[in-house]
């Protein structure tokens, strides 16, 4: 009696598996459910959150405070990612340049001196002219720190620096 008891079960969990996905329990988007604290199904996007399709250009983080944390995340980026072309001291004289790479501006020109940080970040951002975009290498928040140390590059006003030399990456 055992042997066609143990074949029933079998069966019948064999037919539970033919049951298709729309005749599972589940709720519906916009039904009312405890689940939640707010008592809806569908649930909005943590906040930050960033589509896949959502173009990079539209994600840039809000302005953050100047410190000196930013500041010295920013030295260390800007050594890694722009002072060969840009020069360790924004003067346009990176070892890529000197090897024959278009030269970039100055960041001492008057102009990029009055520059708002925002310029700077959407340079990062969407590149210029032939610098080519550094957003897939440069995330958003340290887009600012790099701002914010090209304004520090800029207020030091060191001499013009004729040879380049290498700053390591801070510690
Ligand atoms: C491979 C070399 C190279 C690297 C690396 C590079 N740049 Fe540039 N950058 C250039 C060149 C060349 C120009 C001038 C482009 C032109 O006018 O066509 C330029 C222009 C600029 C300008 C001036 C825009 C203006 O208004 O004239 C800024 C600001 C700038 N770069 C910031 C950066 C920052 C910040 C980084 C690092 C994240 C960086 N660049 C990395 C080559 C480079």
């Known amino acids: ?17 033919n049951l298709t996905m729309s005749d599972q329990k589940k709720l519906d988007e916009y039904e009312r459910s405890d ?28 302005k953050p405070p100047m410190t000196l944390a930013l500041v ?15 020069g360790p001291a924004g003067d346009a004289d990176g070892m890529v340049v000197q090897r024959g790479f278009p030269k970039p501006p100055s960041f001492h020109e008057v102009r990029l001196v009055n520059a708002p ?15 080519y975009s550094y957003a897939d290498r440069v ?23 004729t040879e380049p030399h290498f700053q390591g990456p801070m510690q």
């Open 1 to 17: 009696m055992r042997k066609p008891l143990i074949l029933a079960v079998m069966l019948v969990g064999a037919c539970n598996q």
């Open 35 to 62: 689940i939640f604290r707010n008592g809806k199904v569908l649930q909005s996007p943590a906040p930050g959150s960033v589509s896949r399709e959502q173009d990079v250009r539209d994600v840039l983080t809000e």
């Open 72 to 86: 010295k995340r920013g030295q260390q980026r800007f050594n890694i990612f722009c002072s060969e072309c840009h």
């Open 117 to 131: 940080d925002e310029h700077f970040v959407d340079v990062i951002t969407n590149g210029y002219g032939v610098m």
């Open 139 to 161: 995330p958003p928040a340290d887009r600012w720190a790099i701002a914010a140390y090209i304004r520090a590059l800029q207020r030091t006003n060191p001499p013009i620096q």
